[in-house]
């Protein structure tokens, strides 16, 4: 009997799995400029910690998660976003004792929906979390950040989008306002936003079917409810932004998909991607530690998907790596003399690679080039007799017989001036 990967989920081999390395060294060196240290948190929690927080009139809730019960009878769900385990987790340590917590992550979620390009069931996310500071100035340095990471990567073509969905004191007016304009087509809409109208009616400007789209974009824009402290921290966000040389549209509309979301929210999309044109988003969530039992903690942060990233390097986002030299031997005698030496490179910072089941010479060659070997260092009889190594040049064909200690040095020394020229990836 023969298995495949669930539907849904994806078995990566390289090149692609060097894509995805090489997205995540990006945004760890990105992080790290930023003063961001790393957290990891288990892929499963209780149940109650994603009902309480992301909402129960959400996607993700009604419709996504991966809900089992242990032995113990707990109900627990797989992770189908990691900002409440990231929270669970900081409060569990104590946090909550002054200054700003800045965190980021890099892990799997799972969500039960329907596959799509760049969208799985299991995907795997990188993302930011910053607890602590009320500042607008902590919104404009998350969604720098999350700029900075994707232009790391040289991705361009890419939009800003940014909102706010005020606070408790603004948002119950315009919550109301969305009932009034809604009310009289309440039929038109889709079942769930007709429940939606009255548990949370701000998650029907979220709803992708065509007639409830159509529906709210008729209603007034959240912008024009937002009181006066949510209305002036907005626009100093957007001043931030500015300063740093940001291009943005103001969308009134956009609300993001969870409810834990308060005053300022973004999202950066590209049009190479379609309708699911989202790459990254975040914003801000200044009541979520207190829900889940901490201190009053205003807190902001994104998520950006690995999967949809690596769609839009493509090609150019292939592993970014020296290439390696291959060893090659004229005979079965000389295969040990080979080996010791690809490992005196491998201890010298070289990349080396060896064909131990080749026939020929030949075929080694062959195995070269499918390794994309820059060089080819090679042992014959006349080598062995002189302590010495042959290297190749696999592109020009030139070659020249070196003392062993000197080819190493001498392919050191290449591998350290590839790395210069490629931007210090190897």
């Known amino acids: 009997m023969r298995y495949s990967a669930p539907r849904g989920t994806k078995d990566v081999f390289p090149p692609e799995s060097g894509t995805l390395q090489r997205i995540e060294e990006a945004f760890r060196r990105t992080c790290s400029l930023y003063g961001y240290g790393e957290v990891r948190t288990p892929t499963f929690e209780a149940a109650e910690l994603f009902l309480r927080t992301t909402g129960e009139t959400t996607d993700i809730v009604t419709k996504e998660m991966y809900l089992f019960r242990d032995r113990g009878g707990r109900e627990m769900a797989l992770r189908p976003e990691v900002t409440p385990g990231v929270v669970r987790a900081w409060l569990q340590v104590g946090g909550g004792g002054g200054g700003v917590a800045r965190l980021f992550y890099i892990g799997s979620i799972f969500r039960y929906e329907r596959p799509q390009a760049g969208r799985y069931r299991e995907a795997h996310q990188v993302g930011v979390e910053a607890l602590g500071s009320d500042s607008p100035l902590l919104d404009v340095e998350v969604i720098d950040l999350c700029g900075k990471f ?43 936003c007709q429940r939606r109208l009255e548990q949370n009616p701000l998650r029907i400007l979220d709803c992708k079917t065509p007639e409830c789209k159509q529906l709210s974009a008729r209603v007034p824009p959240i912008t024009e409810y937002l009181c006066e402290e949510c209305g002036s921290r907005f626009q100093q966000v957007q001043e931030g932004l500015s300063a740093l040389g940001y291009r943005f549209a103001v969308q009134p509309r956009m609300v993001r998909g969870l409810d834990y979301y308060t005053r300022t929210v973004f999202e950066i999309s590209s049009t190479r991607l379609g309708a699911q044109a989202q790459v990254c988003g975040g914003g801000r969530y200044d009541d979520l530690v207190e829900e889940l039992g901490g201190p009053p903690t205003p807190a902001a942060g994104f998520a950006c998907g690995l999967e949809r990233i690596a769609l839009l390097l493509g090609d150019a986002g292939g592993e970014q790596r020296t290439q390696p030299v291959f060893v090659a031997y004229t005979g079965e005698s000389l295969q040990a003399a080979a080996f010791a030496f690809a490992a005196r490179l491998r201890e010298a910072g070289v990349a080396a690679e060896m064909d131990y089941d080749a026939s020929s010479l030949r075929a080694q060659m062959r195995s070269a080039n499918r390794a994309g070997a820059a060089w080819a260092a090679l042992f014959g009889e006349d080598e062995q007799a002189a302590g010495a190594v042959t290297l190749r040049d696999m592109s020009s064909g030139e070659q020249e017989m070196l003392p062993l200690e000197e080819a190493v040095r001498r392919l050191a020394e290449r591998v350290t001036t590839q790395a210069s020229e490629t931007g210090g990836e190897q």
């Open 150 to 192: 994707l232009g790391a990567l040289g991705l361009q073509d890419l939009s800003l989008e940014v909102n706010s969905m005020g606070c408790p004191k603004c948002r119950p007016l315009y919550r109301e306002a969305m009932v009034q304009a809604l009310g009289a087509q309440r039929d038109q809409l889709c079942e769930l």
